[in-house]
């Protein structure tokens, strides 16, 4: 079975703070996908960020960044200068490589930036 | 591009009734995945359908139903609705299933049940 684990459920920040929400996951398969989407109030899901489990590069896109580390099965994202714009609930999410689309999510994380 | 719509968006039914959403996926996609989101639950897969056919099936009573046609558009039925079906229903298309397709999630439909 396939589990997702976000421990914090709200974080507030204030503007222009850096935050950092964790994400640990188990598998069995060795061969996964891990993913970060935001929901804003509007209520869809946006993708983020998709990392296959034989890339530990991390990544940094603006203001965002991703830690990956498979030694402790933790995929963790930073949002570096947050803004306002940035609250909104996060989810990670693991699919396994192979046979289908479904996606295990964590329970989310609600950041509100206060400005 | 046109991404996944999803109708209706808002929903009001009542305990017992029964419930079809439409969702439309991207044009030349063939997966369709749906989700139910509560704030107790979360975010919780419900199945896929990808070339007509169940592909995957989440561990949701028998109630909740769903077909693909062959122009991917996809419909999920909820029969004899209960309290605890008050949700926002996602769906998510892909290309492909399997592999590093990316899922692209529509606004969602809002059902509540009285």
């Known amino acids: 079975a396939q589990k997702v684990t976000q421990a914090q459920t709200e974080i507030s920040v204030v503007e222009k703070e850096d935050v950092t929400l964790d994400c640990v996951y188990e598998?069995?398969?060795?061969?996964?996908?891990l993913f970060w989407y935001k929901q804003p109030p509007s209520g869809e899901l946006v993708f983020l960020i998709r990392?296959?489990?034989?890339?530990?590069q991390n990544e940094i896109s603006g203001r965002y960044s991703w830690n990956f580390q498979k030694s402790t099965s933790s995929f963790n994202f930073t949002i570096t200068a947050s803004q306002v714009v940035d609250s909104a609930v996060y989810f990670c999410a693991l699919r396994s490589y192979y046979g289908n689309n479904r996606l295990a999510f964590g329970k989310g994380n609600q950041v509100v930036v206060i400005p | 591009k046109a991404g996944v719509t999803q109708t209706p968006r808002y929903l009001i039914k009542t305990r017992g009734q029964q419930v079809t959403l439409s969702c439309s996926p991207i044009s030349g996609h063939r997966s369709v995945s749906w989700y139910q989101q509560t704030p107790g639950q979360g975010l919780q897969f419900l199945f896929e359908y990808f070339s007509e056919t169940q592909r995957n099936k989440g561990n949701f009573p028998g109630r909740f139903s769903g077909r693909q046609f062959s122009n991917s558009r996809s419909e999920m039925n909820v029969s004899t609705l209960e309290l605890g079906d008050s949700a926002l229903y996602l769906c998510a298309s892909s290309l492909g299933t399997g592999g590093s397709y990316e899922q692209y999630f529509g606004p969602g439909t809002r059902l509540t049940v009285t």
């Open positions: 990392r296959n489990s034989f890339d530990e």
């Open positions: 598998t069995r398969d060795t061969t996964y996908y």
